[in-house]
C-alpha cells in the first residue's frame, strides 16, 4: 500500500494498569498506532489539525475495509473476555466459603492449641536463607501490560533479596513467565509449571506439592507467592503473599506480616445498553455459617492441624490461579475496548480523507467539461 503520512489514533483515557509508561516488546502493542510527524501521542478529543493523507481512493476504499475486519475482530475479542471474566470470578466467590470456613476450622484449632508446644513443619518459623518465589503469569499476550507488570514487581522482589544478602530461587508458572525466564539463564529457576485456560484444584495441587517438599525438606526457608490480584474490571495489581510458612490462624499475609484477606468480591455481568453489549460491576459479599465455639474434636488437633493446612495451603494456590486469570481476562478486555476505539476513529478520519478526495475528483472533472464546452462554443 503506498499510503504515506497515515495519522492513527492512540486512546489513553482507558488504562487498565497503572505505570504504563514501562511497557516491554513482549506487552500488548496497539495494532492501530503508527509513526507520525510529532514524537508526542495525540489524543483524538484534542486535536486540532490531521496530518495529510497522500493515498489514492482505491487505497483508501481497501484501507477502510482493513480497519473495519481489525475492528470486528477487536469486538468480538472484547465480549469473548468480557465473558470469560464472568466465569473466573464467579470460580474465585464460589470458592471463598470453602476457604473461609476452613480458616475458621483453623483458628478454632489454634485457639485450642495456644497452650501447647507443637511441632508442624508448615507453620515452623526459621531464619531466611533462601525464599522460593512462585511467579504466576499468563499464557498468551494481546492484555495490555498484565505480564510485563508481574514480570517487573517478580525483578524488584529479586533486586531486594540480592540487597538482604538472600538467595532465591524462582518457580515459573504461564508461558509467558516461562519464555522470560527461560531467556534468562542467569536467574536459578526450580521449575517451570503449565498454565491452564481454567485453573483446577489438580493444577493448585502440582505448585503445592514442589513448594511443599522445598519448605519441609529446608531447602527454602521461605515462600512467596507472587499473582496479580484482580481488583476491578479496569484495575489490577502484582501483589506478593508469604505462602509458607503459613499462619496458624489460616490468615493470607503478605511479606510484611499484614493480612490482606479480603472480605467482598467483585462480580461483572453482561448488559445491552444503547444497542450494545456493555459490563456492569456488582459488588457480593459472601456469608459464611459462623463456626461453634462449643465443637470439640474427636481427634488430636495436631492432627487436624497436619490434614488441614496442606489443603488450605492448596485453596491459596488456587484461589491464586483464579485471580491471575480473571485480571488477564480483564486486561485483554481493556485492551480490545481501547483498540475498537482507535479503529472507529481511524474509520472516520479515513472516510474523511475518502469523501474529500473523493469530492475533489468529481469537481475536477465537472471543471474540465465545463472548460471544454466553453472551448468549443
Given amino acids: 500500500m503506498s499510503c504515506s503520512n497515515l495519522t492513527m489514533w492512540v486512546s489513553s483515557s482507558k488504562p487498565s494498569f497503572p505505570d504504563t509508561s514501562s511497557l516491554s ?105 533462601k525464599v522460593a518465589l512462585v511467579v504466576v503469569t499468563g499464557d498468551r499476550g494481546l492484555c495490555g501490560g498484565f505480564n510485563n507488570y508481574v514480570i517487573k514487581k517478580a525483578e ?38 503449565e498454565g491452564s485456560t481454567l485453573p483446577t484444584a489438580k493444577e493448585a495441587q502440582a505448585i503445592a506439592d514442589d513448594v511443599f517438599s522445598l519448605f519441609v525438606s529446608e531447602e527454602v526457608d521461605k515462600v512467596e507467592l507472587l499473582y496479580t490480584k484482580f481488583v476491578s474490571l479496569v484495575k489490577s495489581d502484582p501483589v506478593i503473599h508469604t505462602l509458607l510458612p503459613l499462619s496458624p490462624k489460616g490468615e493470607i499475609c503478605d511479606i510484611n506480616g499484614n493480612c490482606v484477606d479480603a472480605a467482598e468480591d467483585e462480580l461483572f455481568r453482561l448488559s445491552t445498553k444503547e444497542g450494545k453489549l456493555t459490563v456492569e460491576r456488582d459488588v457480593v459479599r459472601t456469608e459464611t455459617v459462623q463456626f461453634s465455639p462449643i465443637l470439640q474434636f474427636e481427634q488430636d488437633p495436631v492432627q487436624i492441624l497436619d490434614a488441614l493446612l496442606p489443603l488450605y495451603l492448596n485453596s491459596q494456590i488456587l484461589r491464586a490461579l483464579q485471580e491471575s486469570l480473571a485480571s488477564e481476562l480483564a486486561a485483554r478486555m481493556s485492551a480490545m475496548s481501547n483498540a475498537s476505539d482507535n479503529a472507529n476513529e481511524l474509520k472516520k478520519n479515513l472516510s474523511t480523507v475518502y469523501n474529500r478526495q473523493r469530492q475533489a475528483k468529481i469537481t475536477g472533472e465537472i471543471l474540465e467539461i465545463v472548460a471544454g464546452a466553453e472551448a468549443l462554443v
Fill in 156 to 193: 524488584r522482589r529479586i533486586a531486594e533479596l540480592k540487597g538482604l544478602g538472600v538467595e532465591y530461587t524462582i518457580i515459573s508458572v504461564g508461558k509467558k513467565g516461562n519464555s522470560y525466564f527461560i531467556r534468562r539463564p542467569y536467574i536459578p529457576v526450580d521449575r517451570f509449571i
Fill in 25 to 129: 516488546s513482549g506487552s500488548f502493542i496497539n495494532p492501530f498506532r503508527a509513526p507520525s510527524h510529532n514524537s508526542t501521542v495525540v489524543s483524538p478529543s484534542r486535536s486540532s489539525s490531521v496530518a495529510p493523507i497522500h493515498c489514492g481512493l482505491r487505497e483508501l476504499r481497501e484501507r477502510i475495509d482493513s480497519v473495519k475486519n481489525t475492528q470486528k475482530i477487536t469486538e468480538a475479542m472484547k465480549l469473548v473476555a468480557a465473558a470469560k471474566v464472568r466465569r473466573a470470578q464467579e470460580a474465585v466467590v464460589n470458592g471463598r466459603p470453602f476457604s473461609e470456613t476452613l480458616v475458621e476450622v483453623l483458628y478454632n484449632i489454634n485457639e485450642q492449641l495456644q497452650t501447647e508446644d507443637i511441632d508442624v513443619p508448615l507453620i515452623k518459623v526459621r531464619p531466611v536463607k
